[in-house]
């Protein structure tokens, strides 16, 4: 045996690499392939299940006056995201009446909760939010 090698994982010759580390590597690469396919298949069927153009977002945005409907740019964070209200991954819409403006402080802050701020940034705003905001609006 090897001097200083772990018994029971074979060195590859001439590569100075353990074989057992090498199919771990093997493994999360293709877990991370299959996580991606997953990841597009969702994309795919939320955007099937209702859709959005840049102009709608752009006017979403001009609604809200580009600040974050949760803390109102309180946060200190510029720069806004678009958050889906409910995550794609469990099965929401890529579609108007599912996203809403936050910056990426709320975004991160947020994690998996399906809270709609938009309501609430309308009042503070005082405006009607529009019907297309709502789901089933």
Same mark, same amino acid.
């Given at each position: 045996? +090897?001097?200083?090698?772990?018994? &029971? $994982? @074979? #060195?590859?010759?001439?590569?100075?690499?353990?074989?057992?580390?090498?199919? +771990?590597?093997?493994?999360?690469?293709? @877990?991370?392939?299959?996580?991606?396919? $997953? #990841?597009?298949?969702?994309?795919?069927?939320?955007?099937? /299940?209702?859709?959005?153009?840049?102009?709608?977002?752009?006017?979403?945005?001009?609604?809200?006056?580009?600040?974050? +409907?949760?803390?109102?740019?309180?946060? &200190?964070?510029?720069? %806004?995201? /678009?958050?889906?209200?409910?995550? %794609?991954? %469990?099965?929401?819409?890529?579609?108007?009446?599912?996203?809403?403006?936050?910056?990426?402080?709320?975004? #991160?802050? /947020?994690?998996?909760?399906? %809270?709609?701020?938009?309501?609430?940034?309308?009042?503070?705003?005082?405006?009607?939010?529009?019907?297309?905001?709502? /789901?089933?609006?």
């Amino acid at each position: 045996p +090897v001097r200083g090698a772990i018994s &029971g $994982i @074979k #060195r590859q010759a001439g590569t100075g690499l353990f074989l057992f580390m090498s199919t +771990v590597y093997k493994i999360k690469a293709e @877990k991370r392939r299959q996580n991606g396919k $997953i #990841r597009r298949q969702r994309e795919r069927d939320a955007k099937l /299940k209702s859709n959005h153009s840049h102009n709608e977002w752009i006017e979403m945005l001009d609604f809200f006056e580009w600040s974050c +409907v949760r803390c109102n740019g309180y946060s &200190g964070s510029s720069f %806004i995201e /678009k958050d889906h209200i409910q995550p %794609i991954y %469990i099965g929401g819409s890529n579609g108007l009446n599912n996203i809403q403006p936050l910056c990426s402080y709320c975004n #991160r802050s /947020k994690s998996s909760e399906n %809270i709609d701020w938009r309501l609430q940034a309308a009042n503070r705003l005082n405006k009607k939010l529009p019907s297309k905001y709502i /789901k089933n609006g």
